[in-house]
């Protein structure tokens, strides 16, 4: 008998485990009519009670019906939980909520009678009824109940059986500067797109400045050893430490200890160093090494000592970040995570080449890194921002994972118009690097979902406002932009037609559109009392419209600028404060705003037209004439592109290049890189390079730096300076020397520069694109063919071609006579961007390249007319 009964237990428990552990299809409802109900172990607790009651309200409006949460054993109906739950299941063993890298890991498996949906930890639950939910449709876009979408279905029937786990273990899209306690700065709505869309801290490993923090929990220690401060300038003082000081080491090693001990909970601790410079100039700091020696030093021994404590793992962290950004020669404790910033760097490096670099010197396991998707200084304006560049978010979140990152947190203002959708999109990848691939249908996705019946406009409005892809030109903010935003708008309300829900997002679209267009004027205006006039209005506007999450109100106010009086500050009450205009914003408010926007804001009628990068010398084939010398100006800051050509290989590139230009970027740049690319240098890499150089020092000083090169024909020569300012011009006279101004320039100077283009025979009209409004266009005779209203000097001008004052889209007729010339860019500034023309400039006609195309094509003319 009882050998029966075991025998009977082992095939009931035999056939539970088969259904349970087999992918099938279940149908949860149908008709307006649940088939199970939502399942919670009767201990649960209440974080879990509280998951469930959200999963039974969705699908309860998502279905049309309603959803029970009953207690049970997990075996029938969406079981949630976490896996101690539910011991029926036997699935305690495939979690481990003790290791941190694995706090967030669920299960999503459908069988014949329902839904396991078990998470880790609570955390890893919620983003398993999420994920479930996004799974049959639902989604929440933005922050905001305007930006939800719940699918509504007569049948809601899943077929799935997936174990998730993040890619990146912790994801921060942190709101910054959002730190009033009401609904509009960080608050409940922030927090539900947080939880909806898996955005969580995981495992992220503390990594801010800390060292201020130690000083102040130890000041009485501090002002008894004024020596542990840093020697600046012959004073002990700043937030710097001397880390050279024994005592000093180990008074943050005993602090680390306290914390540590104090908050057994805690698995983390900072050591990175305050911000700014400052740091110690002694004799036995210097001997130490580099500043990012004596920052792994000191972070190595408090790792040693906090992990000696027998508490379990426990890690410090840092970032790779400005002074302290550069390897050290050091390894770092295995317990050491290196958290790379993506900005704000020093020496030259860029976050790939810190993820390599630190990896080789040893110790690390694994990386973090700090990003910077939107800060205030943006604005919030379009494709003002990181978040705002699909197209870098889907090439850096894989590349830095595939580098070791496995933490990513960011500085993420909130903005509805021009933030949101990266943080989205970047939320999946965060999740899923495999995301990347899919970032086109997700684009797509969101279309269909919140805009269906007016997608065509607004796609054309969302691609003005985000670059989707790495072949999408950055173009500039200007009339023209805010023009096409507006237009698309109107052309999207008329399709929305009666659909409520899509034209309110058009209706806020609109606000968020009338607040760049006040941000350009503002951008564009001249003059103290004008300027300070124009931000007002803008500011104005942006707290009227503050409810509509579009852009980050308490972000403008806060940022400080010279137009803000001390009586606008967000701390100023509206009825003290006319920098806040709290009316609310009506039906014909919006209507107006469209209105005025479309006949305010001229859209240009330009022509594009494409070019090879086959590059040639023309001034023979097309007897281009000789011209003064033009000037490329001072040297702009960041990546520069030239192109040059090498008749008779081998031969040497001679180059003059100064660099820190710039006197206060010195510090952060490093020497100049300089590499050289030829199409025929194709190695095993496939990377085209021939020479690269790194000798020139940023100290303001020309030097000549060689490159020697193999091959004949096209060579084209990148710069790279950290943001310093770099002048590049050719050493030899008469050597072909040309720069890009096409869609996506590389060549971008806010001085004064001139500068030779050719208009190819048949052209009757000139589309160009201008960051900067001041300056002439000349013909081959060297007559003025177009004007700016401002000369350089910021003077208005009576016989200006335009009116226009700000960046944008211009149109100039070719005159009879004058296609098939050299015309000139004299004395102008920004970027220009030439559309329907070869966009190459040189000094002068003999040191212009051309496409071989254009060469080709005029050459014939020539010899037909002749």
């Known amino acids: 008998m009882l050998r029966k009964k075991i025998m009977t237990s082992f095939f009931v428990v035999f056939a539970l485990t088969t259904v349970l552990h087999a992918r099938q299809p279940v149908v949860l409802a149908e008709n307006g009519r649940a088939h199970v109900a939502v399942v919670v172990a009767p201990d649960a607790a209440d974080a879990v009670r509280e998951t469930a009651g959200e999963l039974a309200d969705y699908l309860g409006r998502i279905s049309g019906t309603t959803f029970e949460v009953i207690a049970g054993d997990g075996t029938s109906g969406l079981a949630v939980g976490i896996a101690s739950d539910f011991p029926a299941l036997a699935l305690a063993d495939r979690f481990d909520a003790g290791d941190l890298t694995r706090r967030e ?65 912790g994801r921060r899209l942190s709101s910054l500067t959002s730190r009033p306690p009401d609904r509009f700065h960080d608050g409940e709505s922030y927090r539900r797109w947080q939880a909806r869309n898996r955005v969580a801290d995981g495992f992220l490993v503390h990594s801010t400045h800390a060292y201020g923090a130690i000083i102040r929990a130890n000041r009485e220690e501090f002002e008894a050893h004024p020596q542990y401060r840093a020697l600046v300038d012959g004073e002990r003082r700043g937030s710097k430490f001397c880390i050279s000081n024994p005592g000093l080491r180990q008074l943050v090693v005993d602090h680390a200890v306290r914390v ?81 910033a993506a900005g704000h760097l020093t020496g030259g490096w860029t976050p790939e080449a810190l993820f390599d670099a630190w990896r080789e010197r040893g110790g690390a396991t694994f990386f973090g890194v700090f990003e910077y998707y939107c800060n205030i200084i943006s604005a919030f304006l379009p494709r003002g921002q990181r978040a705002s560049d699909l197209a870098y978010l889907t090439r850096a979140i894989p590349d830095f994972h595939n580098r070791g990152a496995r933490m990513l947190a960011s500085g993420t203002a909130y903005g509805n118009g021009a933030v949101w959708l990266g ?91 009338r607040y760049t267009e006040l941000y350009v004027n503002y951008r564009a205006t001249r003059g103290e009392n004008q ?72 859209v240009g009628d330009y022509e594009i037209r494409g070019f090879s990068d086959n590059l040639g010398p023309p001034a023979r084939a097309l007897n281009l004439p000789e011209r003064s010398m033009g000037d490329f100006g001072l040297g702009p800051q960041g990546r520069q592109v030239f192109y040059t050509w090498v008749e008779e290989a081998p031969a040497t590139i001679d180059l003059k290049v100064t660099g820190g230009l710039i006197r206060h970027y010195r510090h952060r740049m490093g020497n100049v890189r300089i590499a050289l ?106 007559q003025v063919a177009f004007r700016f209203m401002r000369d350089i000097s910021g003077r208005e ?57 254009v060469i080709e094509a005029d050459k014939d003319n020539e010899r037909d007319e002749n």
């Not at 305050?274 to 580099?290: F, L, P, R």
């Not at 007016?454 to 969302?462: G, K, L, W």
């Not at 892809?469 to 932009?481: I, Q």
């Not at 966009?839 to 006609?845: D, E, I, N, S, V």
């Open 105 to 169: 890991e669920y299960l999503l498996r459908s069988h014949a009678d329902g839904v396991l949906l078990i998470g880790a930890t609570e955390a890893a639950l919620r983003h398993a009824v999420w994920d479930f939910l996004y799974r049959l449709g639902y989604r929440q876009f933005f922050p905001g109940s305007v930006w939800e979408s719940i699918p509504a279905l007569d049948t809601v029937a899943v077929t799935l059986d997936t174990f998730e786990q993040p890619d990146y273990w």
């Open 260 to 340: 540590i001990q104090t908050n057994p909970e805690r698995h983390s601790i900072s050591m990175d160093p305050s911000d700014g410079g400052g740091w110690c100039e002694c004799d036995d700091c210097d001997a130490m090494g580099s500043v990012s020696d004596r920052v792994v030093i000191l972070a190595n021994a408090v790792a040693e000592a906090i992990n000696a404590l027998g508490m379990g793992d426990k890690y410090v962290g840092f970032y790779a970040y400005n002074q302290h950004c550069a390897p050290p020669d050091i390894p770092v404790h295995p317990r050491v995570v290196v958290t790379v």
């Open 423 to 513: 943080a989205y999109i970047a939320s999946r990848m965060l999740w899923d690097i495999g995301e990347a691939d899919r970032v086109e249908a997700l684009y797509d996705d969101f279309l269909d979902r919140m805009f269906a019946p007016a997608r065509e406009p607004m796609d054309t409005f969302f691609r003005l406002v985000y670059r989707l892809r790495e072949e999408d030109p950055r173009m500039p903010l200007t009339e023209d932009t805010v023009g096409r935003m507006y237009r698309a708008l109107e052309t999207a309300r008329e399709q929305a037609g009666p659909d409520v829900e899509v034209q309110r997002r058009i209706d806020d679209l609109i606000l968020y559109t």
């Open 797 to 853: 001008r009576d016989d200006a071609s335009t009116d226009s004052i700000s960046g944008g889209y211009f149109t100039c007729p070719v005159p009879e006579g004058q296609d098939g010339r050299v015309w000139k860019l004299h004395r102008v500034r920004g970027a220009w961007r030439l559309l329907n023309v070869p966009p190459y400039l040189a000094r002068k006609p003999a040191e212009l390249l051309l496409p071989i195309e």
């Open 677 to 782: 690319y030829s199409d025929l240098a194709v190695s095993d890499e496939a990377d085209f390079t021939v020479a690269t150089d790194e000798s020139v020092p940023p100290d303001g000083e020309p030097y000549i730096v060689k490159l020697a090169t193999p091959h004949a024909g096209l060579h084209r020569v990148e710069i790279q300076d950290g943001g310093g300012g770099t002048k590049v011009e050719p050493a030899v006279a008469g050597m072909p020397f040309s720069v890009d101004s096409g869609p996506d320039p590389s060549f971008n100077n806010r001085h004064i520069w001139n500068a030779y283009f050719y208009v190819p025979k048949g052209t009757r009209s000139l589309s160009f694109h201008v960051s900067a409004p001041v300056g002439d266009i000349l013909d081959g005779d060297d």
């Open 531 to 602: 300027r300070v006039e124009a931000y007002r209005q803008t500011l104005r506007h942006a707290y009227r419209i503050r409810e509509r999450l579009m852009v980050n109100v308490f972000g403008l106010f806060a940022y400080p600028r010279s137009e803000v009086p001390e009586s606008a500050a967000w701390s100023v009450p509206e009825s003290e404060n006319d920098w806040k205009d709290s009316r609310p914003v009506t039906d014909a408010d919006v209507t107006r705003f469209l209105t005025e926007g479309i006949a305010g804001n001229r």
